[in-house]
């Protein structure tokens, strides 16, 4: 695969090597911090915490009752995709009173992964709808848990109402392997695209 597009110049050992903020995103339960901590190549930093009664009402945990623990900052973890392309993962919260923190994560990302259940598309709406209003290029990652319906990629596109050229990935986010392939999509999709106006201030 060509990285060319991606390769920059780096200080003394890093000749030619390219680094790249990639956010992963998504709804509440959808695997985000599960997807950091299959594909990276270190130990990946986590900020969960255990669920508890209290916060029932703000986490409902339907679709995802077995559901233990949630992020309340971020998940980081890096991978290497090439010799000279490293890719940092910044995976953001899912629950809604926990966003404002996202204004701060998504500065200098270069593009995005949004997570989807496909048991409950509607938790990832408003992630889709963040990624278009930042202008940050996403791909969508299709989180296929073992009980999900296998729904054609159209029918997917269309509820989520993601333009055509956004790509649409399904894969496990306990697997490395499917895992990187997801990465590999989203780089291959920055490649490709044009430039991307600024996000608003």
Known sequence: MDWKGFERPGGPGTEGIR???????????TG???MVGSVS?????TTEETLTRASA???????????????????FGKIGLSESLVLYLFGTPGQERFWFLWNGLF????????????RRLSVSFRA????????????VALNMFPDAVDHPVEEIRD??????????????????????DV?????????????????PR
Do not use: C, H, Q, W
């Open 19 to 29: 680094s790249v903020k990639v956010m992963i995103a998504g709804g509440f339960g």
């Open 32 to 34: 985000k911090t599960t």
């Open 41 to 45: 190549d270190i130990r990946p930093l």
């Open 57 to 75: 009402d703000v986490d409902p945990l339907v679709g995802v009752a077995d559901k233990a623990e949630t992020t309340v900052s971020l998940d």
């Open 107 to 118: 500065k200098g990302a270069l593009g995005a992964i949004v997570l989807v259940d496909t």
């Open 128 to 139: 889709i709808e963040e990624m278009e209003r930042r202008n940050v290029p996403f791909v």
């Open 159 to 180: 509820a989520l109402d993601i333009a055509s050229d956004i790509p649409v990935v399904a894969f496990d986010a306990r697997d490395r392997a499917t895992g990187r």
């Open 183 to 199: 990465l590999v999509a989203l780089v291959e999709y920055l490649r490709d695209r044009p430039a991307v106006a600024p996000e």
